[in-house]
């Protein structure tokens, strides 16, 4: 039976797991038992997703990427190269916390910088931007720009990833024409 996905002869996809059509998996990645990937995605080069992860459709994740046991990433998220996601608060070496696992949630459409950390247990909301080497250590609402270490917000962003500049609480993008409504810290698309 042919596969409706491309996995590269270097990666190992452990069974069971479900891909979905169009999936592309890069060189030397491994995919562990029970993940859910769906349709579209590209996993890039030296990725490890642990088992039990679910990846929605048209996830892009860039190379040297590790997400771990606990990790949802929604539809139309972008992971870029060497962001990684932790699940456990307090590792330790000799001791098993496995029954830990605190779930960690992608919402739709976020990105995820090269070289950020997301720290479990948090959410990331949908269109949300994490800059560059950010370290996530607390929910992040939705459309929210998010820099630095700890994280700290510096703005809003528009689903197209430009900068939204708020007027009386309402921001029109520049580059899309998209509408936003700002209420206290909340931002909703009108």
């Not at 929605?56 to 949802?72: D, L, M």
């Not at 456990?88 to 995820?112: D, L």
């Not at 090269?114 to 609402?141: E, R």
């Amino acid at each position: 039976m042919d596969k409706d996905y491309f996995v590269h002869e270097s990666s190992y996809v452990d069974e069971p797991c479900r891909i979905g059509k169009g999936t592309k998996i890069w060189h030397f990645t491994h995919i562990m038992a029970q993940c859910q990937i769906g349709e579209n995605c590209n996993i890039g080069q030296n990725v490890v997703i642990s088992p039990e992860v679910v990846l929605g459709n048209n996830v892009k994740i860039q190379n040297n990427v590790s997400i771990y046991t606990g990790v949802k990433c929604e539809d139309d998220v972008f992971l870029g190269p060497s962001c990684v996601f932790t699940n456990v608060i307090n590792p330790r070496s000799h001791v098993s916390r496995k029954s830990e696992y605190k779930e960690t949630v992608i919402k739709r459409g976020a990105s995820i910088g090269a070289n950020a950390t997301v720290v479990c247990g948090h959410s990331i909301g949908k269109y949300a931007f994490i800059g560059a080497g950010t370290v996530v250590t607390k929910d992040v609402p939705d459309y929210a720009l998010m820099v630095g270490n700890p994280a700290r917000q510096r703005g809003w962003m528009c689903q197209c990833g430009e900068k939204l500049n708020f007027v009386s609480g309402q921001a029109q993008c520049a580059s899309c024409g998209r509408n936003y409504d700002k209420q206290q810290d909340q931002v909703k698309e009108v």
